[in-house]
């Protein structure tokens, strides 16, 4: 089972749905899941059965308490704000199914109502002075680069022992994580708390990575995902212009639009940090002078973000990511996520905008070994500026 840790969720909220539970839809949903899980345990040493016990606890939890989106709609007694973000989330599906050629496997056409701002929370884990994050391997999903657990104060119980050996950690809330196609997926609480846009393009990730995933190779998997995502959210807005072309779509277009300049500045900052850190853990200097150089590397971070803020006219969207300890492993998550969207530009644009001819591309990639494939997306970056960076 892998945990995806997406983006943080800004704004908060609960749906506070309590639907009935049918015994028939029970054991038809929890079957496979039993059955999988039983093997995750007899594959596992005595030490890894209690964390492979909360997975179990905890995804059996959502199992049970789902229910089917269109009985949910069809509740008189529903908020008409949930039932219209459930709709969305339905549209945006058949969207991505139809459009993107995504899979259809009845994913996300149930819904469970958590009662919490996350669904799980990801410990990540590097070296002092490397980026290179810690790995953790299991069954069916291969090694990834972070731990998830159901339980908060498990997770940063796990973190701070990892910080006693001497890492760089961080907890990461994740709104939303994928079984990669093993499971019917429900929709959860904590994906609808945000925009409509916002709905659409969690939904493009989370099937993207039933589309495609490779075993020990969190990067790929998470950057391709992420742009399928992109690319996918730019369809689906120009499919909502032509739908209702009496709303207000150059506002909309203005707001999008800012929305993607800051997200360029804050990845930019953090390369920028990235670099800067990386070349001074390549330098010979002593420990203590290069732990004193890493310390204020991140506070001028800091200060470089708040003139950031100041060229967005005070948006504070990100201040939640900066008001925690600045360190390594916060680098190396968003980095996961980002660092070869721009490699998977450039195969998109050779593969003439195509997505069935991308995907066929991006399984290649995936098909290489692990050498190979990382030179294969170096090569692919190497484009990026005859490409175009910034798209």
């Known amino acids: 089972m892998k945990f995806l840790s997406l983006r943080p969720l800004w704004l908060n909220s609960h749906s506070n749905i309590s639907a009935g539970v049918n015994p028939a839809r029970v054991w038809q949903n929890s079957g496979k899941l039993l059955f999988v899980m039983a093997i995750l345990l007899l594959l596992s040493g005595c030490s890894t059965v209690g964390y492979y016990s909360q997975i179990i606890s905890g995804h059996m939890r959502i199992v049970i308490g789902k229910s089917p989106v269109d009985e949910i709609v069809a509740d008189d007694s529903v ?38 701002n996350y669904v799980t929370w990801n410990v990540v884990a590097v070296e002092e002075f490397s980026f290179k994050p810690k790995t953790w ?29 001497g890492f760089d950690v961080a907890v990461n809330g994740a709104t939303a994580y994928s079984t990669l196609g093993w499971f019917r997926d429900p929709l959860l609480n904590t994906m609808l708390a945000r925009s409509d846009p916002s709905i659409a393009a969690l939904l493009f990730h989370e ?25 996918g959210l730019r369809r689906w807005q120009e499919n909502q212009k032509k739908l209702h072309p009496q709303q207000n779509s150059s506002q909309m277009i203005a707001e ?22 990386e070349e001074l853990y390549q330098s010979s200097i ?8 890493k310390k204020l590397r991140f506070k001028k ?11 967005w006219r005070g948006y504070a969207g990100y201040d939640g990511w900066f008001s925690r300890d600045l360190n390594n492993a916060r680098l190396a998550s968003v980095g996961t996520y980002n660092d070869y969207i721009p490699a998977f530009q450039v195969l998109f644009d050779e593969s003439g905008g195509s997505f069935e001819k991308f995907y066929s591309a991006s399984q290649e990639l995936a098909d290489l070994d692990a050498a190979a494939r990382t030179a294969a997306m170096q090569a692919l970056l190497a484009k990026v500026p005859a490409a175009g960076a910034d798209q």
């Not at 219209?84 to 109502?113: C, E, M, W």
């Not at 498990?154 to 910080?163: E, G, I, P, V």
């Not at 002593?286 to 150089?293: G, L, V």
């Open 79 to 116: 908020d008409d704000k949930i039932k219209h973000r459930l709709q969305v989330a339905q549209r945006a599906r058949q969207f991505g199914i139809k459009q993107l050629q995504l899979p259809d496997n009845n994913s996300y056409t149930s819904f469970y109502d958590t009662g919490k």
């Open 286 to 293: 002593d420990i203590d002078a290069m732990r004193e150089q």
């Open 207 to 231: 099937l993207a990575h039933q589309k495609l995933y490779v075993g020990n190779d969190s990067t790929f998997n998470e950057s391709f995902a992420s742009f399928v995502e992109r690319e």
């Open 256 to 277: 999008l639009d800012a929305r993607k300049a800051r997200q360029k500045d804050f990845i930019a900052l953090l390369k920028n940090t990235k670099d800067d850190l």
């Open 301 to 311: 971070m800091l200060e470089e973000y708040q003139q950031l803020k100041e060229s």
């Open 137 to 165: 391997c299991f069954p069916i999903a291969g090694c990834v680069s972070y731990r998830g657990y159901y339980a908060e104060q498990d997770a940063k119980s796990y973190a701070a022992s990892l910080a006693d050996e």
